[in-house]
């Protein structure tokens, strides 16, 4: 995880945004950057063109007036002269700063990032070109989070796969390799406009190096890849097998064997072990066993499970489903090698995976989460160490509300926290606790926190709305 950002910051002077896309989009950003420079070369902006598209901070509550007006059509050579061509405007009133928030995962990136403060500084227009704005960057070592009047668009990094939630996602264009030199190109065709040598107008199109990314608020944008399992008795494949869920890590080290067996001779074999590359450790596989749940007389066995990595992991996934497809994994006992149940891909729509995959404002803890450090002696600790949590599981910490932690559990189908085997943990002291989070707005399962996420403790599932 990147600990330094680079923030840029939009202002709109005259409180005012005309541009086609609400947020600004991370393409249009660099077009005002561009032109505020009146260069391509200026520092910074070739580093910016490659970076992945960035989180934005937005006002949540941006009023918008729509109007038309007439403009000399001076393209068309079959409208008498004087004639206008009508244009439909978008006038959204923007009381709050945009922030656009890059990860810097390097000292060169940090440099880069430096330089590219001092050209943020002469942008002057952000929309349309009467949309006063200026750019401010700074450098901070805290990831930045959302306070209640912004909303935070968080691109959908499979927004590919993943279907478009036309009603809370939006579509922005964001800078690829190559957008830099189309501005130019378009640049150089604008001046070259009026051929005497054709006798006409030509007419300049815009340029179309860019890619389009999905963005959905933060809580809601797809985080993770998943591939669901069932938990079948080897001698009846129609028949689950139940585990006890206070064996969970248990569980999820049959799992884990079952599939490093599988991929052992394949380029996946250290991704389905658990370990990612040096410089993105969390780009990792999880094993996640799922207790059973419903309704309030549910047992809570484990009869499911899941395969989790970040979104960022999608090809790999992808790949690993393809791997499994073949034919059951086999779960053995590592001491006796025999075999004590199969874990085959199942369909995501039922309601034990919905449960823990759905969007909800509430969450509650059906395993328990280990927090992430060695003291809690004070609800100030508490809280700092679930918002770590939350902050390891890439989740914006602005969006949580409230939460309250208990050793006895909230769910019928959970036990008090002694009572789950852990793992042989090198930390002295561990601090496990039921925890119950509740959100401002809706955030989009699977939930996992704490230091046991990757093998079955602190899974949360979602309440109904």
């Not at 494949?237 to 064996?247: G, H, I, L, S, Y």
């Not at 085959?344 to 309601?351: K, Y």
């Not at 989009?444 to 403790?457: A, E, M, V, Y």
Request: proline letters at 8%; glycine letters at 6%.
């Amino acid at each position: 995880m990147p600990d330094r950002w680079l923030v840029l910051e939009a202002r709109f002077h005259t409180g005012l945004y005309r541009g086609s896309e609400w947020p600004p989009s991370p393409f249009r950003l660099l077009q005002a950057l561009v032109a505020g420079n009146r260069s391509i070369e200026a520092p910074g902006l070739t580093w910016l063109e490659q970076q992945a598209a960035p989180d934005i901070f937005a006002p949540a509550e941006v009023p918008e007036s729509r109007y038309t007006i007439y403009v000399p059509n001076n393209t068309d050579r079959r409208k008498p002269k004087g004639q206008t061509t009508d244009r439909d405007v978008v006038e959204r009133r923007v009381s709050g700063p945009v922030r656009y928030v890059y990860p810097l995962r390097s000292e060169a990136d940090l440099a880069e990032a430096t330089q590219l403060i001092g050209t943020a500084s002469q942008l002057h227009t952000l929309g349309s070109g009467q949309d006063q704005a200026s750019l401010a960057g700074r450098i901070e070592g805290v990831q930045p989070t959302s306070a209640e009047s912004e909303h935070h668009y968080a691109p959908s990094h499979a927004s590919w796969v993943m279907p478009l939630r036309s009603d809370i996602d939006v579509q922005l264009r964001v800078p690829v390799a190559g957008s830099l030199a189309a501005l130019e190109e378009r640049f150089q065709a604008s001046q070259a406009r009026l051929s005497k040598d054709k006798g006409w107008f030509s007419p300049v199109l815009a340029p179309a190096v860019h890619e389009v990314m999905a963005y959905s608020p933060a809580g809601q944008a797809a985080r993770v890849a998943m591939l669901p399992l069932h938990l079948r008795k080897p001698e009846q494949a129609q028949a689950f097998r139940p585990f006890d869920a206070r064996n969970a890590v248990v569980v999820a080290a049959l799992l884990r064997g079952a599939v490093m067996r599988r991929t052992e001779t394949s380029r996946l074999a250290d991704f389905a072990a658990g370990y990612g590359p040096e410089a993105e450790p969390d780009h990792r596989l999880s094993w996640v066993p799922l207790p059973s749940l419903g309704h309030a007389h549910t047992d809570g066995l484990i009869r499911r499970a899941l395969l989790m990595a970040p979104i960022e992991c999608l090809p790999q996934v992808a790949e690993l489903a393809g791997v499994l497809a073949q034919d059951a994994l086999q779960m053995a006992n590592e001491d006796s090698g025999e075999c004590v149940a199969q874990a085959v891909l199942a369909d995501p729509d039922d309601g034990v995976f919905n449960a823990y995959r759905r969007e909800s404002t509430q969450w509650t803890s059906i395993t328990p989460v280990i927090l992430p450090g060695d003291h809690a002696d004070s609800p100030r600790l508490v809280r700092n160490l679930i918002l770590k949590a939350l902050r390891h599981a890439g989740i914006d910490t602005g969006l949580l509300a409230d939460f309250s932690t208990s050793r006895v559990p909230f769910l019928p189908q959970s036990h008090p926290v002694g009572d789950y085997r852990l793992k042989a943990w090198k930390a002295t002291r561990l601090i496990p606790l039921h925890v119950r989070l509740r959100f401002h707005q809706p955030l989009r399962g699977p939930l996992l926190l704490g230091r046991g996420r990757h093998f079955g403790l602190g899974v949360f599932c979602g309440a109904r709305q």
